[in-house]
């Protein structure tokens, strides 16, 4: 089964830098890598999702960088806020039996 | 539109029971998906129903079981509990063939 490995477990930014997860990929039959966040007490919610014809997607502070050659993509939030302070997974689609594979989650902690 | 709902929210169980957890999608989704989230492991699928069928399944044992009703609505059940089965079991809905998976808020899983 497809890994998805992401890094790292947890991270804590100040507010207004800039927070960066990563992920890493072993198909490259992969057409589509999301990432999701969750808030303590809730389910996982999209965040933003790019497709391997691009190199970057950026929605507002959040921004997905996808190396091809590499088999990685990165979630980068700028001007990291307290309320972005969630776990954040990494997926990608499983062209086996699973919907989505996701990696093990960051737990981004923001401090003022 | 109602996003995914999940019920009950928590629950509590001891050593040997049974469970049945339940999961209504988004109107106008049939496929739904089923997940266990824990700390250690992150989020692991368990099975993906569509049209009253179950299409996928993960690695776990037997115990583990699930059904879909003609209204998209699914269901599951873990038969003689253990104690490694208290986590957060999230359900998620989408279009067939769908990229993004919607999730519900979750059910917390304690055996005791």
């Known amino acids: 089964q497809q890994q998805v490995k992401q890094s790292p477990q947890s991270l804590i930014v100040q507010k207004g830098g800039i927070s960066i997860i990563n992920c890493a990929y072993e198909n490259t039959a992969f057409d589509y890598f999301p990432w999701y966040q969750q808030f303590p007490g809730k389910g996982p919610a999209l965040l933003i999702a790019?497709?391997?014809?691009?190199s970057e997607k950026k929605e507002g502070r959040f921004t997905i960088s996808f190396n091809k050659s590499a088999k990685q993509f990165s979630l980068h939030i700028m001007d990291s806020q307290p309320g972005d302070s969630a776990t954040y997974f990494c997926a990608a689609p499983n062209s086996g039996n699973t919907p989505l594979v996701f990696g093990k989650g960051t737990r981004l902690s923001v401090i003022a | 539109k109602a996003g995914v709902t999940q019920t009950p929210r928590y629950l509590i169980k001891t050593r040997g029971q049974q469970v049945t957890l339940s999961c209504s999608p988004i109107?106008?989704?049939?496929?739904v998906s089923w997940y266990q989230q824990t700390p250690g492991q992150g989020l692991q699928f368990l099975f993906e129903y569509f049209s009253e069928t179950q299409r996928n399944k993960g690695n776990f044992p037997g115990r583990f079981s699930g059904r879909q009703f003609s209204n998209s609505r699914s269901e599951m059940n873990v038969s003689t509990l253990e104690l490694g089965d208290s986590a957060l079991y999230l359900c998620?809905?989408?279009?067939?063939?769908?990229?993004?998976?919607?999730f519900g808020p979750g059910t917390r899983l304690t055996v005791l």
């Open positions: 998620a809905s989408s279009f067939l063939g769908a990229d993004t998976q919607y």
């Open positions: 109107s106008g989704h049939r496929s």
């Open positions: 790019i497709r391997p014809d691009v």
